[in-house]
């Protein structure tokens, strides 16, 4: 069996991370809302944290379980194949209240993991400090 080199698909979603981010820094739901554009942008990057978690190594999720792969994964299949049931305004937050919980968490333990992966992803900045 090859040895699965997961750093670039955890690469992909920190540098996603911090693009949502990025996209929704002072956007009120209102706002949000009303912008198609940031809507698209963030559904896209969330698809992309989605499909890299998806096929990060089975290893990698046994040692990392700070992550909810599974919800992650299924946030993933939900923009993609149940678009037309998400309710954006839902929550009554602003997108970065949204996003925030998940963000934060995900990169936390993305920044922490795995062994030699360490040094490079800690000098990653993704999401909130």
């Known amino acids: 069996m090859s040895e699965h080199n ?3 698909l955890l690469m992909d979603m920190l540098d996603a991370c911090r693009a949502v981010t990025t996209y929704v820094k002072g956007l009120q739901l209102e706002d949000f ?3 198609k554009l940031v809507q698209d942008a963030v ?10 978690a998806y096929k990060v190594s089975p290893e990698t999720k046994t040692l990392e379980t700070t992550i909810d792969w599974f919800k992650i994964t299924g946030l993933r299949h939900r923009i993609v194949h149940d678009y037309r049931n998400i ?3 839902r929550s009554g937050a602003s997108p970065r209240n949204m996003f925030h919980r998940w963000l ?5 333990s993305l920044r922490t993991s795995v062994g ?3 040094s490079l992803l800690l000098r990653t ?5």
């Open 43 to 52: 559904a896209y990057r969330l698809q992309i944290i989605g499909e890299a």
């Open 6 to 8: 997961d750093e670039p």
């Open 125 to 129: 900045s993704c999401c909130y400090a």
């Open 33 to 35: 809302l009303k912008n």
């Open 116 to 118: 030699t992966r360490r």
């Open 87 to 89: 309710d954006l305004e």
């Open 104 to 108: 934060s968490a995900w990169k936390a």
